[in-house]
T-cell receptor, first 117, second 112 residues
Framework: DAGVIQSPRHEVTEMGQEVTLRCKPISGHDYLFWYRQTMMRGLELLIYFNNNVPIDDSGMPEDRFSAKMPNASFSTLKIQPSEPRDSAVYFC???????????????FGPGTRLTVL | GQNIDQPTEMTATEGAIVQINCTYQTSGFNGLFWYQQHAGEAPTFLSYNVLDGLEEKGRFSSFLSRSKGYSYLLLKELQMKDSASYLCAVRDPGGATNKLIFGTGTLLAVQP
């Protein structure tokens, strides 16, 4: 049973370039979450979707960040233009609905390590 | 607002017991999670508490006191592989959502 899949695993780009991160959630999960993790700020929620609909994007740092979920099996997080301060590990996670199981824990993908030069 | 506090770092000895504390201030309560994260890897689920008391899972146990806004993760018979960051997270109390609010994590170093 495949877990959450993210691509690419590593991305190195130059300031000003567009970056697209991809995520495939676990099949059957209702929720999809995008997080950013840095040493200074820890794990921050950027945005989450329920049944492909964005519910809360209050964590998206600014207009340079956008996220889409065109169907239940795919989501993207785009940064345009990228800046050095965007360098971080970006995690995607998915979960069942709150009533879908005993814990309804979030399952995390392996992450994308982004470096913006 | 929501706030979660954990110690930044802890050190313990192989074979010993360590307790990692977490306090939270939220406008309600709808469940608390502990995650483990090894360096360079993704967080993985360890435990879940929604009622007061102790939940035991092998060498790991998690305790919750809702009246005190307090939880701890207890690791017994420490092994070197337990060296990792431990993240406390509360489920957003604002309704039927599975949004989690994470603390900054406690980095545990297990020494021989």
């Amino acid at each position: 049973d495949a877990g959450v899949i993210q691509s690419p695993r590593h991305e190195v780009t130059e300031m000003g370039q567009e970056v697209t991160l991809r995520c495939k959630p676990i099949s059957g999960h209702d929720y999809l979450f995008w997080y950013r993790q840095t040493m200074m700020r820890g794990l921050e929620l950027l945005i989450y979707f329920n049944n492909n609909v964005p519910i809360d994007d209050s964590g998206m740092p600014e207009d340079r960040f956008s996220a889409k979920m065109p169907n239940a099996s795919f989501s993207t997080l785009k940064i345009q233009p990228s800046e050095p301060r965007d360098s971080a590990v970006y995690f995607c996670a998915s979960s069942l609905h709150i009533t879908g199981g005993p814990y309804n824990e979030q399952f995390f993908g392996p992450g994308t390590r982004l470096t913006v030069l | 607002g929501q706030n979660i506090d954990q110690p930044t770092e802890m050190t313990a000895t192989e074979g010993a017991i360590v307790q990692i504390n977490c306090t939270y201030q939220t406008s309600g309560f709808n469940g608390l999670f502990w995650y483990q994260q090894h360096a360079g890897e993704a967080p993985t689920f360890l435990s879940y508490n929604v009622l007061d008391g102790l939940e035991e899972k092998g060498r790991f146990s998690s305790f919750l006191s809702r009246s005190k806004g307090y939880s701890y993760l207890l690791l017994k018979e420490l092994q070197m592989k337990d060296s990792a960051s431990y993240l406390c997270a509360v489920r957003d109390p604002g309704g039927a959502t599975n949004k989690l609010i994470f603390g900054t994590g406690t980095l545990l170093a297990v020494q021989p």
